[in-house]
């Protein structure tokens, strides 16, 4: 049987019915074609979709950067059969290219990515696509002033994520009326009902308690859901959520609210397209959005200089961080801060008092923090987003699509190591530069003083995908000067001789230690080379392999946990027939308690004195 055809460019609502029906149809083949795929959770926000599509979306697909287009999150990225078929729909891919659908080589994807020029971020780690539809709402309300909205769809399931939640609150306080989330009450997760099935107003009563406005509609009536969309573009002082009723593979008998069929192609596809009424080729007329130009982003100052410190004086590196901020937030307009309330400590507070329509405050929600960053530099705003150090591991996952998404992300986490002292264990980062190396491209840096500190967060906001900048709570010598280069994937030799018959390697704080050490071995006869490793990634692999071939061997010191930090990043510079040292690793491999800083690095082992004793074994062996 041949597709349906229709050459109408405005659909009316028993045309939207059929575009609904045609989206399930086209969910199934693809699936069909992959032999694996999620074409149930897309046939319940089918009509959802026909009805966005054909009378609220503003998009120009020939011009996906156009700073007046709507931006659409489809939260659960698993229902990407619905969305390439409504990209088939409004004629942006062929039929060819919608049965390529998870196949090697095509840009769609199992669930949706940036490779795509009409997604803006990857999603299917549900519980995302509401904080990063967030930040994309705030850059048009709060930045830019720009008219355009923002869609996110989500599932009932992902209902259970406290992103979810962090993003309600966060967009509740904001006014934040250009988004909208509609919810896919569809009833059945992956494995059995969900929480509150289809209790609507059971969604209904906690949203509003976040400031929200909600309507509740049947998902598969499309006069309703159009409805419930145009009031949510007529809302005014609060977001909308559309908590729509739907049935999971809507349309078809063998899979319509079964329990057992979530993520896998329908049992038998031919029936179930004679089911649907058969294959259409229906074409949705977008409408385009206003003619807008995205306003300029003029820097204050652009002369601005960056700070400057003496030598020889002593200077926390988040001081440092913060008043290098507040210096680009002058020397560049598209600099924006986000917090997470603790911009009193990490010092991003100072970039709010000469930028407050630049600074995002986003409390005690670390999720919601990298969220909004990574929707806010979606919109071509260049982000930096700082807490503790030890708190971006609840936001590991959020990091983690950042880079699937290809986002360019710059994050700071301060209060790094034992070095912070008496606030104990639970403040103390000792896991995070394992964490954010083994993000896919990413870049990791641990500067040691005040005038490194100050060309390292500069030069991050050039930086590609996604930076990260490791900075310490106590003062600090200035080793450095401030006319000194650091280029990223560089590192400082800081002692060196031909004589040398060891080389200690730290970053941040350990480098001071590795220095004292030095010192006390050089007053023993010993000459020792030292590293000040603050590119952990790219790590300097030429100056590495160039000390190992001068000293054999290497002490390493890390105010970190032993696994996937600074001593692992040396060790990947060698082996494929590069010779590699004799090396100890010194790390903080005891559970730390309450104590002073010097105290802490004492009893962690990564103090001067343990260098020195691991430098002298070393030798004797």
Not at 25 to 38: C, L
Request: charged share 20%; aromatic share 6%.
């Amino acid at each position: 049987m041949p597709p349906t055809v229709t050459q109408d460019t405005v659909l009316d609502h028993a045309q939207i019915a059929e575009l609904g029906q045609q989206l399930r149809v086209d969910a199934v083949r693809a699936a069909d074609a992959a032999g694996s795929g999620h074409p149930t959770s897309s046939m319940s926000a089918a009509d959802i979709f026909a009805v966005l599509l054909a009378r609220h979306l503003r998009y120009d697909f020939d011009h996906p950067e156009h700073p007046g287009n709507d931006h659409l999150i489809l939260s659960k990225g698993h229902a990407s059969p619905l969305l390439y078929a409504a990209y088939k729909a409004a004629g942006a891919i062929s039929d060819d290219e919608l049965l390529t659908f998870r196949k090697l080589g095509s840009r769609l994807e199992g669930h949706p990515t940036p490779k795509i020029p009409w997604v803006d971020v990857a999603t299917g780690s549900l519980g995302q696509g509401l904080p990063i539809g967030v930040g994309v709402a705030l850059a048009g309300a709060r930045l830019d002033h720009l008219p355009y909205r923002t869609w996110v769809l989500c599932g009932d399931s992902e209902m259970a994520e406290g992103s979810v939640w962090e993003a309600f609150e966060q967009a509740g306080m904001e006014g934040l009326d250009n988004l909208t989330l509609i919810i896919d009450v569809n009833r059945l997760g992956q494995r059995g009902p969900t929480r509150h099935g289809w209790d609507l107003e059971a969604y209904a009563r906690r949203i509003r308690a976040f400031g929200w406005h909600t309507v509740e509609v049947d998902g598969h009536d499309v006069d309703a859901v159009d409805r419930a969309m145009a009031t949510a573009r007529g809302n005014r002082g609060a977001p909308t959520a559309i908590i729509a009723r739907t049935r999971k593979g809507r349309g078809v008998a063998a899979v319509e609210n079964q329990e057992g069929k979530h993520g896998k192609p329908l049992p038998d596809a031919e029936a179930a397209i004679r089911e649907l009424g058969g294959r259409r080729d229906l074409r949705v007329q977008v409408a385009g959005p206003p003619d807008v130009v995205r306003p300029p982003r003029t820097a204050p100052d652009p002369d601005a200089a960056l700070p400057r410190y003496d030598k020889g004086g002593s200077v926390a590196t988040r001081t440092a961080f913060g008043e290098t901020l507040a210096a680009l937030g002058d020397r560049r307009g598209d600099i924006v801060t986000l917090d997470g309330e603790v911009g009193d400590s990490t010092k991003a507070q100072m970039f709010a008092a000469d930028h407050a329509d630049r600074y995002i405050e986003c409390y005690i929600a670390e999720q919601e923090l990298i969220g909004a960053a990574v929707g806010v530099g979606k919109c071509g705003w260049t982000p930096y987003a700082s807490t503790f150090a030890a708190f971006l591991t609840r936001a590991h996952d959020f990091l983690r699509m950042a880079a699937v998404s290809r986002s360019d992300l710059n994050v700071v986490g301060t209060h790094a190591g034992v070095a912070i002292g008496e606030d104990g264990p639970s403040q103390m980062g000792l896991e995070d530069i394992a964490m954010l190396r083994a993000i896919h491209g990413s870049t990791v840096l641990y500067p040691c003083d005040a005038n490194q500190t100050v060309q390292l967060v500069t030069a991050m906001a050039e930086r590609r995908g996604v930076t990260y900048l490791r900075a310490s709570r106590g003062d600090f010598p200035v080793i450095y000067g401030p006319d000194d280069a650091f280029p990223i994937g560089g590192s400082k030799v800081l002692r060196a001789s031909d004589d040398d018959q060891v080389t200690l390697i730290g970053a941040g704080v350990t480098v001071h230690e590795a220095l004292s050490a030095a010192d006390k071995l050089a007053a023993e006869g010993i000459s020792a080379r030292v590293i000040d490793l603050y590119s952990v990634k790219p790590v300097d692999v030429q100056t590495l392999r160039a000390a190992a071939q001068a000293t054999g061997r290497f002490v390493t010191v890390e105010d970190h946990h032993p696994e996937g930090g600074l001593a692992d990043a040396v060790l990947e510079s060698f082996g494929n027939g590069h010779p590699m040292p004799v090396l100890t690793r010194l790390a903080v491999h005891s559970m730390p308690g309450s104590a002073t800083p010097d105290e802490q690095l004492d009893a962690a082992g990564v103090s001067a004195p343990a260098i020195t004793a691991a430098a002298r074994k070393l030798l004797a062996d």
